[in-house]
């Protein structure tokens, strides 16, 4: 399908599934080698990477520990300020080496709160892997070791990334045409 209908927005085929999986698979096999031996901690981050997740550890043979957690945003009682706090973290990560799964790093900035958040327990290491980096909107500096695919600034949806809560659910990534 060349072009899809999410809500009121219309998407064309960005990223075919084949090529999704290919380099998905490519750093599987990365992580493999770099890990081997080593036990990760694999931290998926809900909601969009619920599908790479699911693609890439099934291409992962090194034994390791998956959770899913989220960094859920809210406004604290006795400030203005926004606080943003891991949750559904439910493994000891002290002295554990952990790899983030992340859907899409656009101006890394949930990545960076991510790591000061998840720096606090003390693990071993940190390792970033993303499906997606935006590198032209990127604001911060963040190493990110594993990236399957390098996209320009456009939104796109699909392979677990939503437009509004929909369009998750597609095999392909879909880019948005803008009107
Ligand atoms: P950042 O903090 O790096 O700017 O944004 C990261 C988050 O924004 C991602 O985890 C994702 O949820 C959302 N995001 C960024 N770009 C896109 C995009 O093109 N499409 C979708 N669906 N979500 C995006």
């Known amino acids: 399908m060349q072009t899809i209908q999410v809500k009121d927005k219309t998407f064309s085929l960005f990223i075919p599934e084949e090529k999704i999986l290919r380099e998905v698979k490519q750093v599987a096999m990365q992580i493999n080698k770099d890990f081997e031996g080593k036990e990760p901690v694999v ?5 969009g990477s619920f599908i790479f997740a699911a693609d890439l550890l099934r291409e992962v043979n090194v034994p390791c520990e998956i959770s899913f957690v989220k960094l859920a945003s809210y406004q604290g009682v006795n400030t203005t300020g926004e606080i943003r706090e891991v949750i559904g973290l439910n493994v000891d990560l002290t002295g554990r080496p952990v790899i983030i799964v992340e859907d899409i790093v656009d101006t890394g900035l949930t990545m960076a709160h991510m790591l000061e958040e998840l720096k606090k327990q003390n693990p071993a290491s ?8 935006k590198p032209g909107k990127l604001q911060v500096e963040l190493d990110i070791k594993y990236c399957c695919l390098q996209i320009p600034n456009d939104f796109i949806v699909g392979y677990g990334l939503d437009y509004d809560g929909y369009g998750r659910n597609t095999r392909d990534i879909y880019s948005l045409i803008q009107n």
């Open 43 to 47: 931290l998926a981050v809900l909601n």
């Open 126 to 133: 940190i390792d970033i892997c993303a499906l997606l980096l």
